[in-house]
């Protein structure tokens, strides 16, 4: 039965555009972190080994690049970036794990985000404003072409997190933010939880379930003041706390054991 650890790491963050422009963490591949920083007064992608050391910067551009992603075998990154739309409008773009061939992959001219790969590191799933709200779209890593608009609802469809199982995304369409899992072909998703209060940062378990921070309370029975981390099966059920205390805890991510 497969084990897993689960890492709760608190935002640190002063988020100023809300649940849309939050950021999940991402774990080392081949034993690199990469990460967005301001420190030369815009932000860019940097990588660090997973003790803190030997940070390299990737880009360097004068622009806003954020949300590194890692690809399934660590090869490559992608990422979003303003450097071609600069202001509000940002863009996909893919680069090698050193930095090198940095390519353009959307020309939405829209708002873009949560970039997040196919398990066969073949596509990339993200959010985007381009219809007027927020919906999923998938594009190939080869070309940049459209495979799929995921999702086509008029509520704001976030944070996809893709495994093999689907794509495991938050929607505010019931008026509160619930988890969602669909397919890449667009047929309608099936919804994961129904409790009235707010689920967000949904992550695939190794064993299949969903990890995910929600202001449920510990009883089940109503919203509580903070956020803890959950477990739930994809039909719903099972919903269990793996954090009971009374601060807030967010941007759970996993490591296989």
Same mark, same amino acid.
Do not use: C
């Given at each position: 039965?497969?084990?897993?650890?689960v890492y709760l790491l608190m935002m640190l963050l002063v988020v100023t555009l809300g649940l849309a422009e939050a950021q999940q963490w991402q774990p080392p591949q081949n034993g690199k972190i990469a990460f967005a920083s301001n420190r030369d007064g815009d932000y860019e992608i940097y990588?660090?080994?997973?003790? *803190?050391?030997?940070?390299?910067?990737?880009?360097?551009?004068?622009?806003?690049?954020?949300?590194?992603?890692?690809?399934?075998?660590?090869?490559?990154?992608?990422?979003?970036?303003?450097?071609? $739309?600069? *202001?509000?409008?940002?863009?996909?773009?893919?680069?090698?794990?050193? *930095?090198?061939?940095?390519?353009?992959?959307?020309?939405? =001219?829209?708002?873009?985000?949560?970039?997040?790969?196919?398990?066969?590191?073949?596509?990339? $799933?993200?959010?985007?404003?381009?219809?007027?709200?927020?919906?999923?779209?998938?594009?190939? +890593?080869?070309? *940049? &072409?459209?495979?799929?608009?995921?999702?086509?609802?008029?509520?704001?469809?976030?944070?996809?997190?893709? &495994? !093999?199982?689907?794509?495991?995304?938050?929607?505010?369409?019931?008026?509160?933010?619930?988890?969602?899992?669909?397919?890449?072909?667009?047929?309608?998703?099936?919804?994961?939880?129904?409790?009235?209060?707010?689920?967000?940062?949904?992550?695939?378990?190794?064993?299949?379930?969903?990890?995910?921070?929600?202001?449920?309370?510990?009883?089940?029975?109503? +919203?509580?003041? !903070?956020?803890?981390?959950?477990? +739930?099966?994809? !039909?719903?059920?099972? $919903?269990?706390?793996?954090?009971?205390?009374?601060?807030? =805890? &967010?941007?759970?991510?996993?490591?296989?054991?």
């Amino acid at each position: 039965m497969l084990r897993f650890t689960v890492y709760l790491l608190m935002m640190l963050l002063v988020v100023t555009l809300g649940l849309a422009e939050a950021q999940q963490w991402q774990p080392p591949q081949n034993g690199k972190i990469a990460f967005a920083s301001n420190r030369d007064g815009d932000y860019e992608i940097y990588v660090m080994n997973s003790d *803190g050391t030997n940070i390299v910067q990737l880009t360097n551009n004068g622009f806003d690049d954020t949300e590194p992603s890692w690809s399934p075998n660590g090869s490559q990154l992608a990422f979003i970036s303003n450097r071609d $739309a600069p *202001g509000y409008d940002k863009e996909v773009y893919v680069m090698e794990a050193d *930095g090198s061939n940095q390519t353009r992959l959307t020309t939405l =001219e829209s708002r873009v985000y949560f970039p997040t790969w196919s398990p066969d590191g073949t596509q990339i $799933a993200y959010v985007s404003d381009s219809a007027g709200n927020d919906d999923i779209y998938v594009v190939a +890593v080869s070309d *940049g &072409s459209l495979i799929s608009q995921v999702t086509t609802h008029q509520a704001n469809d976030r944070q996809p997190d893709w &495994s !093999d199982n689907g794509i495991v995304f938050v929607s505010d369409r019931d008026t509160q933010n619930e988890l969602y899992i669909s397919a890449v072909d667009g047929n309608p998703p099936t919804r994961v939880t129904a409790n009235n209060v707010n689920d967000r940062q949904p992550r695939w378990a190794p064993d299949g379930r969903i990890i995910y921070a929600s202001d449920l309370t510990i009883d089940g029975t109503g +919203v509580s003041a !903070d956020f803890n981390i959950y477990i +739930v099966n994809t !039909d719903g059920s099972g $919903a269990t706390p793996l954090t009971t205390d009374t601060s807030t =805890e &967010s941007s759970p991510a996993l490591k296989s054991e």
